[in-house]
C-alpha cells in the first residue's frame, strides 16, 4: 500500500506519516475495545503485538520510502502522542521516577525505536 501511495502520489505529495497515533490504536483498540476491533480479551498482550507490528510496518514504509522513493525529495516520518506526566513532587526520586516511567511507557513505546 505504501510503495503505491509513493509511486502514484510522490510527485506532489512530500510529508509523508506512515501512522497517526499509533498507541492509541494499540491501547484503544486492543485494551480498552473504545477504538476498532474493540478487542478487550487479552490486554496484556494484544495492545503490545499490535503495536510490535504497527512498528515493523512503519519500519518498512520507511525503508521503502528512503531506498525505491527518496528522489521525490519528500520526508516520511510517524505521529507519535502520549499524555504527559509530571511528578507530584520534583523533589522525591520516586515521582520523579514515576512521572518517567509513565512517558516511558506510552511515549517511548513508539518514539525511542524510531
Known amino acids: 500500500y505504501a510503495r503505491a501511495c509513493f509511486k502514484h502520489f510522490g510527485d506532489r505529495v512530500k510529508h509523508w506519516i506512515t501512522l497517526n497515533e499509533p498507541w492509541c490504536m494499540a ?20 495492545p503490545y503485538q499490535a503495536g510490535h507490528n504497527m512498528l515493523l510496518a512503519h519500519a518498512e514504509a520507511v525503508a521503502i520510502y528512503r531506498t525505491d522513493f527518496a ?21 522525591n526520586s520516586e515521582h520523579v521516577s514515576a512521572a518517567k516511567r509513565a512517558l516511558d511507557f506510552s511515549l517511548g513505546w513508539f518514539a525511542d525505536p524510531v
Open 27 to 46: 491501547i484503544l483498540g486492543y485494551n480498552t475495545g473504545e477504538h476498532a476491533p474493540g478487542h478487550t480479551d487479552a490486554p496484556e498482550l494484544e
Open 71 to 91: 528522489a521525490q525529495g519528500g520526508r516520511i516520518g510517524i505521529t507519535v502522542n502520549a499524555d504527559w506526566r509530571q511528578p507530584r513532587d520534583v523533589n
